[in-house]
């Protein structure tokens, strides 16, 4: 029988290849930098690795944000380890690798986003796929690990074909279950629970929402800015301003993904304030412009067609004058304009999902170092936890984070 492999991780995405890398790092000699021959393994099922940095931001890869809260992650498990996970590498010094040990320029760019200088996610993969076979890391695609027993030694990983493979320490960087053309496919979670894990319920988050509002859906195309509100139980979760934008099917945009949370995990409401003003705002608009029509003063905020349905949705006339209208109507009007309810029935799915909520419970690791607390010598990370960012560089500066602590984790406990 040949030697277990010193350390497995499963999954080639954004958080095993770091895991990968900061292991193959722990375990790599002094002098050449290299580690020796099966010391370190990556099993990818899919014939490549790396698919949804290639595909992320657009395809220039919004690598990290510039600025980092736990408020900027949603998780129904243990806020505490949340917060000890943000504080094992700081912002700063994630920065300072990618520039400095990695050598990927980057630049800060508008609404505090961090993209590589080459825009390219496609070239961020291949410089991870470099380094990670530069230190002698053992990749192996369309290796599709199917089910893992804990033995003596560690854990026998069996993959879809039959393929057995021992090792002492694994990692399971699995992610999701969105967009499972990608290969991640929500196999990492029954392969967790096979070692003694529980399941999180899990939903799509960062997705776009359905709504059988036809008159919206004519509006297909426009984009707004507004303020969001997630309303449960008449209390605000959360509030942010960001773009809206009007589809076919609903509403989607940067608004809209990070408020698909509360409403795909907790069924709240989505309240919209068009053009992101307070009623006080929208008071002083209407005042400064009595002599208006009423279609023409909202569009100075708001996009004309937009404009004009929020007006016949009141009840009111295009062509009235602001100066003209009743105190009920024009407090309906503000109404409409500041509390709007969205009218959403539903969620474009996982196949279109930028993540997956929910995942291995936060408080089933050990937080310093990611182990299992159900099966020693396991690490867990990535987006197959119960953790997700919004928009903006989270989601992978949370694969960076547990990726590194889990792959040097690994070696070291
Ligand atoms: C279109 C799109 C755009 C995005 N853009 C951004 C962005 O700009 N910024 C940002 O921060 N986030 C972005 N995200 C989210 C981000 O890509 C993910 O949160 C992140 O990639 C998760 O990393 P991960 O390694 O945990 O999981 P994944 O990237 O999903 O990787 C998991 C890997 O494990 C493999 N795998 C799964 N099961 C098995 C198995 N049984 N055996 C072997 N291998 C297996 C999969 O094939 C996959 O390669 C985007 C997501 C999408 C879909």
Redesign the pocket.
């Known amino acids: 029988m040949s030697e277990p492999v010193e350390v497995v991780v499963?999954?080639?995405?954004?958080?095993?290849m770091m895991a990968a890398l900061w292991a193959g790092r722990a375990l790599a000699d002094s002098d050449s930098g290299k580690i020796q021959e099966g010391k370190v393994t990556l099993?990818?099922?899919?014939s490549r690795?790396?698919?949804?940095?290639a595909?992320?931001?657009g395809g220039r890869?919004?690598?990290l944000p510039t600025q980092a809260e736990y408020t900027d992650f949603h998780t129904s498990g243990s806020v505490n380890v949340l917060k000890r996970l943000m504080r094992t590498w700081r912002l700063s010094d994630q920065r300072s690798f990618f520039e400095h040990e990695l050598g990927l320029p980057l630049k800060e760019e508008e609404d505090e986003k961090i993209f590589p200088v080459c825009e390219s996610g496609a070239d961020v993969r291949d410089l991870f796929r470099n380094v990670l076979e530069g230190i002698g890391v053992s990749i192996q695609k369309d290796?599709?690990?199917?089910s893992i027993e804990k033995t003596e030694q560690g854990f026998q990983l069996e993959s879809d074909s039959g393929t057995r493979l021992d090792c002492k320490k694994l990692v399971l960087?699995?992610?999701?279950q969105?967009?499972p053309a990608?290969?991640?496919?929500g196999?990492?979670y029954q392969?967790a629970k096979q070692l003694g894990h529980k399941l999180t319920p899990t939903y799509p988050a960062l997705v776009p929402l359905t709504s059988k509002d036809k008159d919206f859906a004519e509006l297909s195309g426009v984009s707004v800015e507004v303020t969001w509100r997630a309303i449960l139980n008449t209390s605000v979760q959360e509030e942010r301003t960001r773009d809206l934008l009007i589809t076919h099917q609903g509403f989607s945009g940067p608004a809209i993904l990070d408020a698909s949370h509360w409403f795909t995990r907790d069924g709240a409401a989505i309240q919209i304030s068009w053009g992101g003003g307070s009623s006080e705002e929208w008071e002083m608009h209407l005042n400064a412009k009595s002599r208006r029509e009423l279609q023409k003063a909202l569009s100075d905020i708001l996009p004309k067609r937009l404009a004009q349905l929020l007006i016949e949705k009141v009840g009111l006339r295009a062509e009235m004058r602001c100066g003209n209208l009743s105190r009920g109507q024009r407090m309906r009007l503000v109404d409409t304009l500041c509390h709007f309810q969205l009218p959403v029935n539903g969620d474009a799915g996982f196949d279109v999902a930028?993540?997956t909520g929910g995942g291995i419970p936060l408080n089933e690791v050990n937080p310093s170092t990611l182990e299992s607390r159900c099966a020693p010598g396991l690490f867990l990370?990535?987006?197959?936890m119960d953790c997700t960012?919004r928009m903006g560089?989270?989601?992978?500066?949370?694969?960076w984070i547990t990726?590194r602590l889990a792959g040097e984790s690994a070696v070291k406990n």
């Open positions: 499963v999954g080639g995405g954004a958080a095993g099993l990818e099922s899919g690795m790396g698919v949804k940095i595909a992320s931001g890869c919004n690598i290796w599709k690990v199917s960087a699995c992610g999701g969105s967009v990608s290969g991640s496919d196999s990492g392969l930028e993540v990370c990535g987006e197959m960012g560089g989270f989601n992978f500066l949370w694969a990726g």
